[in-house]
């Protein structure tokens, strides 16, 4: 369907839960509290809301979280959306370190496509700031490589990571001919104390490192990333800078939260708790209603410009 500014609106990302085993500092304040859970949606709900949205015209989902490969059940409702009539894609962002024993469940449920979160291939620096170990996630793009799964790469960039470090994951993306997308740092309360990298600064370094970059039309992917291609580099490099290079105008999504908001813009605190809906007993009717409402009043555009959001990006799924 199409908001009121004319956007059309065919991609969910759908959280399933607010549960992280990484702490990245970026995304969640170190403690958090979690919700319990019978509040977040089940997955009978969540495919009655993917129902409703393929009526809508919403054709892609994206699984997310917190981690999604945490909550129990992730490939066999991967599996069933892939079933739904309509449901055209299903992919899934993750940290990648639970991947390697869920990789099988996930293929044979029908994953389109992964994107793995990897920010920094500094084994000491991905500790400190995620808590976890990079191994595991080393070892999980092995698998999906020997898999043939497409997958891309997804990096936050802070000031900690430096040249040399940017260098390595540009390699490591290579190496897999997996594209690399830098995703500018949004402010978040959590988050005031870090300095991200934006876009500008790291094609910058990447052209004082004597490497020629060049627009790449193709879009890879349903994201606002815009591409480049890089002078002895087999795969694109993507960009997606909600700050410097502001795409709300082209916003092709919503988002449903664990405990089921489905949220218009991933800034804004507006939207509507359809579980609530759901375990009221509303019709189907009352549901798409409700959902549609919420989708064509998206607003204009997001504020992370103005003013850093209150949310942890863990409640959302990014
Ligand atoms: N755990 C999964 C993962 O790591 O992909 C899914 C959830 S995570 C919230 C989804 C994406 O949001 C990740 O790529 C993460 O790097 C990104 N993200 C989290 N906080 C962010 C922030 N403040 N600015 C930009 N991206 C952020």
């Known amino acids: 369907m199409y908001d009121q500014y004319n ?10 839960t607010d549960r992280c085993n990484l702490h990245c500092h970026y995304c969640q304040p170190e403690v958090s509290e979690h ?20 009526q809508l ?8 979280g917190g981690e999604p ?8 409702f991967i599996a069933n959306l892939k079933q739904l009539e309509g449901a055209e894609q299903v992919t899934l962002t993750t940290n990648g370190t639970l991947l390697s024993n869920q990789l099988p469940a996930l293929i044979a449920a029908g994953v389109d496509s992964i994107n793995v979160s ?11 700031l995620t808590g976890g170990s990079l191994d595991s996630v080393l070892q999980a793009l092995q698998e999906l490589q020997s898999a043939g799964i497409p ?42 104390n870090l300095r991200g990298v934006s876009g500008n600064e790291i094609r910058s370094l990447l052209e004082q490192a004597g490497l020629q970059l060049q627009p790449d039309a193709q879009r890879y992917g349903n994201g606002p990333a815009s591409y480049w291609r890089i002078s002895g580099y087999a795969m694109p490099v993507g960009f997606i800078e909600p700050l410097h290079n502001k795409f709300c ?16 813009c991933l800034y804004s605190d507006a939207g509507m708790n359809l579980k609530h809906l759901l375990r009221d007993g509303a019709s189907d009717a ?30 959302i799924g990014g």
């Open 69 to 76: 490969l945490l909550r129990k059940g992730c490939s066999d």
């Open 118 to 128: 990897l920010d920094t291939l500094d084994a000491a620096y991905y500790t400190e």
């Open 151 to 192: 997958f891309k790469l997804n990096c936050v960039p802070l000031a900690e990571n430096g040249p040399a470090d940017i260098m390595q994951l540009l390699k490591l993306a290579h190496r897999y001919n997996a594209p690399l997308r830098f995703i500018e740092l949004m402010p978040l309360d959590c988050n005031a």
């Open 35 to 54: 919700v319990p859970h019978n509040e977040i949606l089940r997955y009978e709900e969540l495919l009655h809301i993917c129902r409703a949205a393929l």
């Open 286 to 315: 009352d549901l798409l209603q409700a959902m549609q409402d919420i989708i064509y009043a998206r607003p204009a555009g997001h504020s992370f410009d103005v003013k850093a959001a209150r949310f942890n990006m863990s409640q």
């Open 57 to 64: 015209g919403i054709r892609k989902f994206k699984i997310t």
């Open 7 to 16: 956007r059309k609106i065919d991609y969910l990302r759908i959280s399933l």
């Open 249 to 264: 105008a082209v916003c092709n999504r919503v988002r449903l939260t664990s405990v089921g908001m489905l949220k218009p």
